[in-house]
């Protein structure tokens, strides 16, 4: 019953570098979220699925881009890493009707 | 204005007491409401979800939802040291799906 899983846990980069952010779920569920965290700031969604196939920007969207791959995964993709990228990144899934279940998180810095 | 509003707190209570967590929303829309509990270095865990007028109780927890005031809490009662964390207040908006807006979350600390 593995849920969410995030990889990797954590991530240092220079600044201009590239990176995949992975996550997976296992609860068969159609809507995946990629969030990140910053002090102050809660929580904020950079790109959502609701489904297979779709994928639409949240609040943050600028510096990333996302793939869903499939039903299981749904990726998150920095193409030239900058420090204001800096933060903890938390994938999340939903099924029809339920709430949110979060994956432990990547925590990304960025030099 | 933010669309979800806590006090960041520290909200500090002793051990036993009840805790009264307050979020507040700005989308009249909004039809479901979680609270989720988030250790410090760990990821948000879905603690209550309420989507009707008036209480729900689970446990220890209370989830208050008052939708004419735009206002939901979460009442902790007898709390314990290990309730001590940010709790985070989720909304959803009108047309917005699925989607949850967050509230920046509340520190909780329970001393002995």
């Known amino acids: 019953n593995a849920g969410v899983t995030q990889t990797p846990k954590f991530q240092v980069l220079k600044t201009g570098q590239s990176m995949t952010l992975q996550c997976a779920q296992d609860m068969n569920h159609n809507s995946m979220y990629w969030y990140r965290q910053d002090p102050g700031m809660g929580l904020r969604l950079i790109y959502y699925s609701a489904s297979e196939g779709t994928t639409d920007k949240g609040e943050v969207p600028n510096g990333y881009n996302v793939s869903r791959l499939n039903k299981r995964e749904f990726s998150l993709r920095l193409e030239s890493a900058a420090p204001s990228q800096t933060s903890v990144y938390f994938c999340a899934s939903q099924g029809s009707n339920q709430p949110q279940h979060f994956g432990d998180g990547t925590r990304l810095s960025i030099l | 204005q933010k669309e979800v509003e806590q006090n960041s707190g520290p909200l500090s209570v002793p051990e036993g007491a009840i805790a009264s967590l307050n979020c507040t929303y700005s989308d009249r829309g909004s039809q479901s409401f979680f609270w989720y509990r988030q250790y410090s270095g760990k990821s948000p865990e879905l603690i209550m979800s309420?989507?009707?007028?008036g209480d729900k109780e689970d446990g220890r927890f209370t989830a208050q939802l008052n939708k004419a005031s735009q206002y939901v809490s979460l009442l902790i009662r007898d709390s314990q040291p290990s309730d001590s964390a940010t709790y985070l207040c989720?909304?959803?908006?009108?047309?917005?799906?699925?989607?949850?807006?967050f509230g920046t979350g509340t520190q909780l600390k329970v001393e002995l």
């Open positions: 309420i989507y009707s007028n």
């Open positions: 989720a909304v959803t908006s009108q047309g917005g799906g699925n989607k949850l807006t």
